[in-house]
């Protein structure tokens, strides 16, 4: 069974990057069926996407994000990571890695638990 | 702001059915882009719910149907259950902003 699992350092300061691993087990991230993906919730509030990457290192953003964002993949140790530069306080979100199709509509149809990360000084 | 609006609450008594409605517009749900739905039941992450704007995955009850007509789409629940209350998302593409939009969110309570 697929799971996917975010972790990171903790509380970020303003002004300094965010840095997100999402760990894939029980199954390849070398999949020519699937993207893998970044979405976040501030608390109490929405889901927002923030990007997406494909096992090859293709990769595609959130327009209101690009010019901050950054995620990359690690096929040998199964993994992709989130980097989002320059935060603010309106960064203080739940960030959920997931799993999105390449077909239908490409939908994300395995999520991780999710790990909140506060921005604060 | 998100650009597919949903209701921000919708409430039924046990055994009822209930609709979430998700508008988008002439770039997103009404070019022919497929809604997805999403469950969250509070303090856990999102959940696939129903995709392709009216498949079910393996393991949702039939009791939750989706539908897409236009520039909406709506998801439908049946026979409400208390295990049902949750906050609901869609879910398309939208090639304005060239890329995925989730709706505003619906919170479900079961009186």
């Known amino acids: 069974q697929l799971q996917l699992q975010e972790s990171g350092p903790g509380p970020v300061k303003p002004s300094e990057t965010l840095s997100l691993t999402c760990t894939v087990s029980?199954?390849?991230?070398?999949?020519?069926?699937?993207?893998w993906g970044w979405i976040r919730q501030p608390p109490g509030k929405g889901l927002e996407w923030i990007g997406s990457?494909?096992?090859?290192?293709?990769?595609y953003y959130n327009a209101s994000l690009k010019s901050r964002v950054s995620i990359s993949v690690d096929t040998s140790k199964n993994k992709f990571s989130l980097r989002l530069s320059s935060v603010t306080a309106a960064d203080t979100a739940v960030y959920y890695c997931?799993?999105?199709?390449?077909?239908?509509?490409?939908?994300?149809?395995?999520w991780g638990p999710g790990t909140l990360v506060t921005v604060s000084s | 702001q998100s650009v597919l609006t949903q209701p921000p609450s919708v409430s039924g008594a046990p055994g009822q059915r209930v609709t979430i409605s998700c508008t988008g517009s002439s770039s997103n749900i009404g070019a022919r882009y497929d809604v997805h739905w999403y469950q969250q039941l509070p303090g856990t992450a999102p959940k696939l719910l129903i995709y392709?704007?009216?498949y079910r995955p393996s393991g949702v009850p039939d009791r939750f149907s989706g539908s897409k007509s236009g520039t909406s789409a709506s998801l439908a629940i049946t026979g409400l259950q208390a295990e049902d209350e949750a906050d609901y998302y869609c879910q398309s593409y939208d090639t304005s902003l060239t890329g995925y939009v989730f709706g505003t969110g619906t919170k479900v309570t079961v009186l």
């Open positions: 392709g704007n009216t």
């Open positions: 997931a799993r999105q199709t390449t077909w239908d509509g490409r939908y994300f149809d395995s």
């Open positions: 990457i494909y096992y090859s290192g293709n990769s």
């Open positions: 029980g199954g390849s991230i070398n999949s020519d069926s699937h993207y």
